[in-house]
């Protein structure tokens, strides 16, 4: 009986998300790809000027424990640079595990001195900690510098860290829906939801999509059924990633909340839609560029005078420019737009993926 538990979360932990060493380094090649162009590099400049009355990071971090302060424009600038290095040569797979690993906690230094004025943005954070567990799965085994040039010490692909994240994610979402159930969120005298609608539109100013006309629609059912369904969703996340259908089709649902509160919210979420594509299965996708040589056509771009390229090009950009989005910040309406772009195209994804995996037979 136990070793029939043991062997089932055994499988759990390690098969559930597993796929292919090339369907890895396009997840790879996504993320920073998405990171570089979409979310772009942050700019933590700006703090340097903020006087250090307003220092007061959190008790555990960094920030509190090595700094007094704030420190200057020099030091963000550094970082700053460094960011746009260590992503570059995540996109083209050099040095991928060292580069994952220093990803994360040097964002978390410069992330710790936002923190300290109050507000922490978990989705951010979330979005922060990717490289360095992905950095155990050997996510630049294919489709890499590395791959090209023998700095592969093992070549041996592990899929546990996307079970990981889902798990964090998971907590992530479930810790948001408990204060939900005590803090007033359902109760039926309040439509939290529809109070959203109200302030993007009248306090915000947005008005695209959907948002003129909910923000007339005042049915009191419609609108508590969208705060039970926030609610219920994020409390049966977590529990949905012990089955595997199950959870591509909260994945399905999830991706389409949020394109759902793009049209009637104007939210772009945009940093939060590469976190779902994580828990796709990316093997139909690559059968798909296999059968017309794309990817081969993708291995031919891994050079290293592409990598220089896209290196001067992130630096002149970072350097140059003062807004952090080379894509997606051409306007507010422009990226709400090319959100809405990516978001249609993930739902078409989360789909495609959901049917695959019914019809697919167990082995």
Known sequence: MNSTLIDK????VFDTFRSSPESLAMLRIFYAAYMILITGFP???WIS????YFFDPPEISIAGVFFSGFPNAAFFTISGAMICLLYTCLLFGYRTRLVSILITPLLILNLNFIYSFGKINHDTLFFTIIPIIMSFSN??????LDSKQGNNSSNEIHYWPITLLAVIYGFVLFSAAVPKLFSGYLDPSYQAVYAHVDRYYHAVGRDMFLLPFFVTFKNVLFWEFFDYGAVIWELLFLPAIFHKPTFRFFILIAILFHFV???MLNITFANILPIYLFFLNWSAFMNFLKNRN????LDKLITARNFLIVLLLSFAHYLIFDYPEPILLISTKTGIYISFVLMLLACIFAIIDL???LRRKPA
């Open 9 to 12: 979360f055994d499988n759990w």
């Open 49 to 52: 000027q903020v006087p250090d």
């Open 261 to 263: 509160n793009l049209l």
């Open 139 to 144: 996510w630049g085994a294919v489709y890499s």
């Open 355 to 357: 049917i695959v995996s």
């Open 43 to 45: 700019r933590f400049g």
């Open 294 to 297: 794309i990817d081969t056509f």
